[in-house]
């Protein structure tokens, strides 16, 4: 049971229909209490309290239609429009608040003439718009304030992930800062020991140096200048070019006058790595590896795409390794953006994202 009532349907919790319904229910009985009591002085039988024609016929109908137009408004202003700010959505509920109420009552009306059932006449009809009106203002502003708690719920979840997230970063900054010199020094006796006709491998050597202390440098800040982002990728894509020869071809696409734009540290070098490894290593021919950066708006616009094998099952991406899945963690708790992946033409992968 405690699974379907916290399975999602339609986005929608099972419990959560559940307290609409009994919202609806009690208000709609509350209604019928009321009636009932002002008929007293015609002596109804107690029967008619629980009897459900009885309490179809005076409340039932009327809270249902209610609910279906409600339904209507929720999707609109809770689903299509979700990302307006507060201000802007209350602006909507007055000016659909006057459609909702006629529309609530002329149904009810029809539905009810069509039956025979009772309904309001005359000057008694103004009930018909008033309480249906507080009705809207309580079942709405109930909603939001429920919409604010889950928004503040998943903020302090958030806050107390990065919180982890940054001490784990802090503790390895720490450790990586006990002896850094030391690994250094190993990159300069290896280089020094290389012969002179090697120079080519001296220069991978010191190539791999500037990657690890790029990393240390990564790992005490959350944001560094796209240039030098740009440049630790370029020379991954070096070490990696020394490997496959002419079967590896890069091109980096991204404007000057954006280089000087701050991004997330070590952002692009795992989706860099993902498109060499399982996409052009596969292929005897080998393929490119392109990176294009470029404003959309106020955001920025990542793509790395490669030529390479592609995949069929894009979801198995994220159990490969943890740099897919880790770049994919990091945009969505600190950007609240997420991975786009998708097919890249003629073949390949395409991966973006945009802060």
Request: proline residues 4%; aromatic residues 14%.
């Amino acid at each position: 049971m405690q699974n379907y009532l916290e399975q999602r349907y339609f986005g929608v919790k099972g419990y959560e229909y559940l307290c609409v319904v009994a919202f609806y229910f009690f208000f709609a009985y509350i209604y019928h209490f009321t009636l009932f009591f002002n008929n007293f002085s015609h002596d109804p039988p107690l029967i008619h309290l629980i009897h459900p024609v009885k309490f179809m016929q005076q409340s039932g109908l009327q809270y249902l239609v209610k609910l279906i137009y409600s339904i209507l408004i929720w999707w609109l202003l809770f689903r299509k429009y979700k990302a307006l700010p507060l201000k802007k959505r209350i602006l909507l509920h007055l000016l659909l608040l006057p459609f909702w109420i006629l529309a609530c009552q002329q149904t009810y009306y029809i539905l009810a003439e069509a039956i025979g059932w009772w309904h309001l006449v005359s000057y008694g009809q103004v009930w018909d718009i008033y309480i249906p009106a507080l009705f809207y203002v309580l079942q709405f502003g109930l909603l939001h304030a429920y919409e604010s708690y889950h928004t503040n719920q998943r903020n302090l979840e958030q806050k107390a992930v990065l919180s982890e997230v940054a001490l784990k970063s802090e503790l390895a900054a720490i450790k990586a800062q006990l002896n850094p010199h030391f690994l250094y020094n190993v990159f300069n006796t290896i280089s020094a020991s290389v012969p002179a006709q090697q120079e080519e491998t001296r220069e991978l050597i010191a190539k791999l140096s500037d990657l690890f202390r790029y990393q240390l440098k990564a790992s005490k800040t959350e944001l560094v200048c796209l240039s030098e982002e740009l440049d630790f990728v370029a020379k991954y894509l070096d070490l990696e070019q020394a490997r496959f020869e002419d079967r590896l071809k890069i091109i980096i696409d991204v404007p000057l006058e954006l280089r000087t734009r701050m991004v997330p540290s070590m952002i692009l070098q795992p989706l860099v790595e993902n498109a060499v490894k399982h996409g052009i290593a596969a292929l005897v021919e080998g393929g490119t590896v392109s990176i294009k950066i470029y404003p959309v708006g106020e955001q920025l616009h990542f793509e790395v795409s490669d030529t390479g094998v592609g995949v069929k099952d894009k979801t198995k991406l994220f159990d490969v390794g943890v740099g897919l899945t880790n770049t994919k963690l990091r945009l969505e708790k600190l950007y609240d953006t997420t991975i786009k992946i998708s097919d890249n033409l003629p073949q390949g992968l395409k991966v973006e994202f945009a802060i």
